[in-house]
């Protein structure tokens, strides 16, 4: 969504401070129009308009940076889900117990 964000900016189609992203709901806002909300389905990303007007531009969908922000974001999303974690850690049944 920040990539996205920065994007819209680099084409000087909306000014950064128009564009509000929501970290809770993963909302993006462009003044007070919700316009997209982001979230993952069958371990991909995907972005779903919430607003007409943007879910018919087919030149955002179309466009290469817009196709590369959803490669990387999907990319990222796999190295994600890939990652084992490191070490033994202690876990709830270590808690409490003597060494």
Known sequence: ?????WQLDQWGTYEKSQIKVDDNTMV???GRTPVLVVNTLEGRVHLECLDEGWENWCGLHESPEYKKLI???NENLAKSAAAKPKGKGKG???VGQSQ
């Open 1 to 5: 969504m920040l990539g996205l964000r």
């Open 92 to 94: 709830p049944a270590s």
């Open 71 to 73: 490669a990387t974001a």
């Open 28 to 30: 993006m806002k462009i």
